[in-house]
């Protein structure tokens, strides 16, 4: 008789899982991370290697991996209620007790949300709402969407098509009418002579004459993270959206804020939106809403684009369009309890404290003869790789650099993030500054060796 023998969990995983956003050439050859549990920032694979994840999962673990308030909040929900949908006029108390919580957090004085599992379905439900509000208020031509270039505001069909381009192309999309204005990354796109509010007013210029070019009786509305995130970490330029509000107003397009990685103190403030002054319209949340422990996204509807959805809701006809596990009381008893946990247990202080060590760090990272910009804000952060810091051209992509440099940190225990040419760090809230220092002396004698290796 033939033994059986025991597969390893890599080959199980290479076996079975067809994984998202995975470099294959790497997989193939390093084989994947299986990870079995977390303790504060760090987590462990099958092996009981620990890494420290200066991540914080995809942003989102920000309490930690094994936070027993949230572990609890979600055993106690199981037991009292563990599902229902909102269809129908039907609801889980819990799910309203975190819908009136989201709106007082909101820096709206009035308004409603409505549910969803993801970012990208959150946002995708705004599209959809904006598309049905302006059909029904008799503009039905108003359906293009404007957002900018190295944006990610998700993965469906539609978000795709409001995403950068290297998460579109592959599928034919964007779809038409979606529209890209500018990036407001001074670093990159400021001209010679040019101050960075100067480089703002352009921008706001160009908005303008796009609006004007389209016709602003086309356009529904304007999408725009308060700091790029998977855009490689680009906090706006100074003044971008006071220059940008203003117009957007004069020809009532909506602002929809994607605070998908901002929301919930990422960046020091409870909304990014609230600390660059976008005064939105709406509020699309994920990611730290329930601190990464259930799926779950979340539309903050400011008053008046709730009031106007309601009214022509009531009007005409409901609002056809509703995911089956939107609203779950599990995900929703998760996020009370990790808002709470980060206003009430320290996390939203401990970002404002240890920040400028982090950005002190990074800047210090940021003086390599190959890093061109480290920028950041709160506790999200990212360094430029580039061939020449005074031209800001990067290196050859065959070397992949920032790559490299990840998969080496990784060998070593770190967990951080390739994004383009940069490298990516946007740690959990709960991050002391040992472990800040941990990351990033690991990172700097990472960079040294992986640019020796490629021979620079
Ligand atoms: N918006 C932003 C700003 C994001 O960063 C992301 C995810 N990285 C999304 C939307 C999409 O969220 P999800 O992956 O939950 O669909």
């Given amino acids: 008789m033939r033994h059986k023998i025991e597969k390893t969990w890599e080959q199980r995983d290479m076996e ?63 037991r009292k209620f563990p599902g229902y949908h909102s269809f129908f006029g039907r609801v889980a108390d819990t799910t309203v007790a975190l819908a009136e919580k989201l709106v007082e ?13 993801s970012g990208s379905e959150a946002n995708d439900s705004v599209v959809k709402m904006l598309w049905m509000l302006h059909r029904r208020n008799g503009q039905s031509q108003r359906r293009k969407i404007i957002t900018r270039l190295n944006a990610y505001h998700g993965v469906t069909v539609a978000t795709a098509s409001m995403t950068g381009k290297a998460y579109n192309a592959e599928f034919g999309l964007p779809l038409p009418g979606f529209l890209q204005t500018d990036c407001p990354h001074y670093w990159r796109f400021g001209r010679d002579g040019e101050s960075e509010l100067e480089f703002s007013q352009r921008l706001a ?4 004459e796009l609006i004007i070019k389209e016709g602003a009786d086309t356009i529904a509305g ?6 790029q995130g998977a855009g490689g970490v680009i906090p706006p330029s100074e003044g971008y959206f006071e220059e940008i509000r203003p117009i957007l107003r004069k020809y009532k397009i909506p602002l929809i804020a994607d605070e998908v990685i901002c929301g919930f103190g990422r960046t020091g403030t409870m909304w990014g939106s609230v600390k660059y002054n976008m005064e939105p319209d709406a509020i699309v949340a994920s990611k730290c809403i ?13 008053k008046e684009l709730s009031e ?12 056809p369009h509703g995911f089956t596990a939107g609203g779950n009381p599990l995900g929703c008893a998760v996020a009370l309890k990790s808002i709470e946990v980060i206003e009430n247990e320290g996390l939203m202080e401990n970002v404002v404290k240890v920040s400028p060590h982090f950005m002190q760090r990074l800047r210090k990272l940021g003086e390599h003869k190959y890093a061109g910009e480290a920028r950041g804000v709160g506790l999200m952060g990212a360094v430029e790789i580039v061939a020449d810091k005074k031209t800001k051209q990067a290196l050859p992509s065959e070397l992949q650099i920032s790559e490299r440099i990840a998969n080496k940190a990784l060998e070593k225990g770190l967990i951080c993030r390739p994004l383009g040419a940069a490298i990516v760090l946007g740690p959990a809230f709960i991050i002391t500054e040992k472990e800040i220092d941990e990351i990033f002396d690991i990172l700097e004698e990472t960079m040294v060796e992986v640019f020796s290796d490629v021979g620079l």
Wanted: proline residues 5%.
């Fill in 222 to 227: 304007m999408f725009a993270e308060p700091v």
């Fill in 16 to 78: 079975s899982v067809f994984h998202p956003f995975t470099d294959f050439g790497t997989l193939n050859s390093k084989g994947p991370v299986v990870l079995t549990h977390g303790d504060g920032i760090r987590v462990f694979d099958v092996h009981g290697k620990s890494y420290i994840d200066a991540n914080s999962g995809l942003w989102n673990n920000v309490a930690g991996f094994n936070h027993q308030g949230i572990i609890d909040a979600l055993c106690q929900q199981a």
């Fill in 105 to 117: 957090l909101s820096p709206f004085s009035d308004g409603k949300v409505y549910f969803t599992n």
């Fill in 290 to 302: 329930t601190a990464g422990y259930f799926p779950m996204g979340a539309v903050i509807l400011g």
């Fill in 308 to 319: 106007e959805l309601i009214r022509v809701s009531e009007e005409a006809e409901e609002f």
């Fill in 205 to 208: 210029r160009n908005l303008e």
